[in-house]
Nanobody, 126 residues
Framework: QVQLVESGGGLVQAGGSLRLSCAASGRTFSIYAMGWFRQTPGKEREFVAAITWSGGRTYYVDSVKGRFTISRDNAKNTVYLQMNSLKPEDTAVYSC???????????????????WGQGTQVTVSS
């Protein structure tokens, strides 16, 4: 199994920045890619960003391009989401997920992932 633990969420004013972390443990050698999703009450879980574990290829939803950056530290088994120029509409519970590889996937759909963290709250005030 793979265990994922998110951290770094909190309250920030519009225009501010936060960095989320996702630490993986267990069978981390089996991970092909990791992604970030977010969810608010009454809405479906939304894809935010993803990165492949070995190659570092990145993917983003259009609404965060130019503001968010996903990265990883393989030695620490940790993925980060640097969030800049935050907007109130970014408010959500952010969860990280891991996909077991090798796979053929878009990395943009929740059903493609095998493991999930418990989530961390991000609140952006106006």
């Amino acid at each position: 199994q793979v265990q994922l633990v998110e951290s770094g969420g909190g309250l920030v004013q519009a225009g501010g920045s936060l960095r989320l972390s996702c630490a993986a443990s267990g069978r981390t050698f089996s991970i092909y890619a990791m992604g970030w999703f977010r969810q608010t009450p009454g809405k479906e879980r939304e894809f935010v960003a993803a990165i492949t574990w070995s190659g570092g290829r990145t993917y983003y939803v259009d609404s965060v391009k130019g503001r968010f950056t996903i990265s990883r530290d393989n030695a620490k088994n940790t993925v980060y989401l640097q969030m800049n120029s935050l907007k109130p509409e970014d408010t959500a519970v952010y969860s990280c997920a891991a996909e077991r590889g090798p796979t053929i996937a878009t990395l943009r759909e929740p059903y493609e992932y095998d493991y999930w963290g418990q989530g961390t709250q991000v609140t952006v005030s106006s």
